[in-house]
T-cell receptor
Framework: DQQVKQNSPSLSVQEGRISILNCDYT??????FLWYKKYPAEGPTFLIS?????DKNEDGRFTVFLNKSAKHLSLHIVPSQPGDSAVYFC????????????FGKGTKLTVNP | EPEVTQTPSHQVTQMGQEVILRCVPI?????FYWYRQILGQKVEFLVS????????KSEIFDDQFSVERPDGSNFTLKIRSTKLEDSAMYFC??????????FGPGTRLLVL
């Protein structure tokens, strides 16, 4: 039961270019979305989030876009840096409902110098 | 910056043995969670804990699992009789008011 899908297991970009990571969800009850970044042997680190009442949230080099009608969100990193190389997880939650985060399988981003 | 800590970082145990994984959540947080990630798979929710009781648990969290907050700072996950398929990374998370859960570095459990 994949309620949150990240269809690209990996992505490779050049330093300085834009990285776009995509995420789709099926559960229309989800109303809050988060991106986590994970390095090997570490736990997921919170990166950025967006509420369903917004369609964009920006924090420095990171921007998350939400298209509710398409049940799609994306994370843009610009410019990409080698230190951004990690696995990125999309996660979703229903505010005021179930407390569990539902994760996608992750996308491994490699930023080449 | 406050962070969630977990001990041990690695645990190797024999099948059938009991293990206790420990977590120290961020001090002013009220909601506590355990997740696990089997190698190559997604991070999966196990259980949430609030106000000294389980608020939600997944199908994975069967009678072999238990959680407690024995002293107001530690948050533990106990697996009574480990199985081979319990081998995974176990992540503790905590949350204050709001929707952002902060994760610990994980405990890698290997059941032989």
């Amino acid at each position: 039961d994949q309620q949150v899908k990240q269809n690209s297991p990996s992505l490779s970009v050049q330093e300085g270019r834009i990285s776009i990571l995509n995420c789709d969800y099926t559960n229309s009850m989800f109303d809050y979305f988060l991106w986590y970044k994970k390095y090997p042997a570490e736990g997921p680190t919170f990166l950025i989030s967006i509420s369903s009442i917004k369609d964009k949230n920006e924090d420095g080099r990171f921007t998350v876009f939400l298209n509710k009608s398409a049940k799609h969100l994306s994370l843009h990193i610009v410019p990409s840096q080698p230190g951004d190389s990690a696995v990125y997880f999309c996660a979703a939650i229903t505010q005021g409902g179930s407390e569990k985060l539902v994760f996608g399988k992750g996308t491994k981003l490699t930023v080449n110098p | 910056e406050p962070e969630v800590t977990q001990t041990p970082s690695h645990q190797v145990t024999q099948m059938g043995q009991e293990v206790i994984l420990r977590c120290v959540p961020i001090s002013n947080h009220l909601y506590f969670y355990w997740y696990r990630q089997i190698l190559g798979q997604k991070v999966e929710f196990l259980v949430s804990f609030y106000n000294n009781e389980i608020s939600e648990k997944s199908e994975i969290f069967d009678d072999q699992f238990s959680v407690e907050r024995p002293d107001g700072s530690n948050f533990t996950l106990k697996i009574r009789s480990t199985k081979l398929e319990d081998s995974a990374m176990y992540f503790c998370a905590s949350m204050g008011w709001g929707e952002t859960q902060y994760f610990g570095p994980g405990t890698r459990l290997l059941v032989l």
